[in-house]
């Protein structure tokens, strides 16, 4: 398939409820989407992380617009994975030149994603078929939990069906600790709880938090640590009998592969929109099974990345 036309559309949308994280607060729901149109019309779409900060929708736009879209028209595509390395590879320099290696994966992100779609279609399959899976469903949880009144929109979602939860903490100790125990006790013992830190934490609170997060049976604690704090991250995972999650800030896929194999990452989350796409969280979540080690595909955007998110990993769970 040979690409005809490189769209990209910036959106963004208020809302009613704020997405509170321990470094920022989401006061709109951002998306940047890219549509690229083969020679015959097929149209695939990608999408690229853009929620903080604020001005990241515009960066992206320029970056895709005037850094990826100029490579793409025009060029023919036989393999997804062999154009997005090409990509990465013509911006690599350019990245460290820039001190932008995040935006950039994340607007490749969305080529590769859009990429992948544009092949199913063209194809006539569903993704999860193309990438090898036979499954229609997925587990799921609800996230974007607290720290106001986490236990009424868990209800709001428990009347759906769902009975796992992610909490985000990194607040007041006190308030944390009360979420976590509220929601245990609202939702019983079978309930899967996980924690997400959002980096906010360093070693010494880290340690502290983890006889509570054990006696409410936390499934896992993701981001606990910044996500440079390699050592911090090691002497944590010495420790914790609870498996640490991370991977949406991870961008390079060995240091990945070497995380899951030292097991310091016990659950891996790549982010299809923001790590390196849908490519980048195949390598990682084949590296997981490798080393025997759960997975959880990070997501926070779009219906258009949520559900590539999907379609992976329906292509995956057993």
């Not at 549509?35 to 604020?54: C, D, I, Q």
């Not at 899967?192 to 830190?197: A, M, P, R, S």
């Amino acid at each position: 398939m040979i690409i005809d036309q490189v769209d990209v559309l910036a959106l963004q949308a208020r809302t009613s409820r704020e997405v509170r994280t321990s470094f920022g607060i989401m006061h709109a729901r951002p998306a940047v989407l890219v549509r690229l149109k083969a020679e015959g019309g097929t149209v695939g779409w990608g999408e690229s992380w853009v929620n903080f900060p604020t001005w990241s929708i515009h960066e992206r736009v320029y970056t895709i617009a005037e850094g990826l879209a100029p490579r793409l028209v025009g060029l023919e595509v036989e393999n997804v994975q062999s154009v997005v390395e090409c990509l990465r590879n013509d911006l690599r320099i350019l990245s460290l030149q820039w001190g932008a290696p995040g935006p950039v994966a994340q607007s490749i992100s969305a080529i590769d994603v859009a990429l992948w779609d544009l092949k199913a279609r063209s194809e006539g399959v569903p993704l999860y078929r193309l990438l090898g899976g036979n499954r229609s469903h997925v587990p799921v949880y609800a996230s974007g939990l607290g720290p106001v009144e986490p236990v009424a929109l868990a209800r709001h979602m428990a009347d759906f069906g769902v009975t796992a939860f992610k909490l985000k903490v990194g607040f007041d100790r006190q308030v944390d600790l009360d979420n976590l125990a509220n929601l245990r006790r609202e939702f019983g013992h079978d309930a899967t709880l996980v924690v997400d830190v959002n980096q906010a934490w360093n070693l010494r609170q880290a340690l502290s938090f983890l006889p509570a997060l054990q006696d409410q049976n936390v499934r896992w604690l993701e981001e606990p640590l910044a996500a440079d704090d390699a050592d911090g991250w090691r002497r944590l995972a010495e420790v914790s009998s609870i498996p640490l999650a991370a991977g949406e800030n991870i961008y390079d896929a060995r240091a990945f592969d070497e995380h899951l194999k030292a097991g310091i990452i016990g659950v891996a989350q790549p982010d299809v929109t923001k790590t390196g796409g849908i490519s980048f969280a195949l390598d990682v979540l084949r590296y997981s099974r490798e080393h025997g080690r759960d997975y959880a595909l990070h997501f926070l955007g779009s219906a258009v990345g949520l559900t590539a998110s999907a379609h992976v990993h329906a292509s995956t769970v057993g």
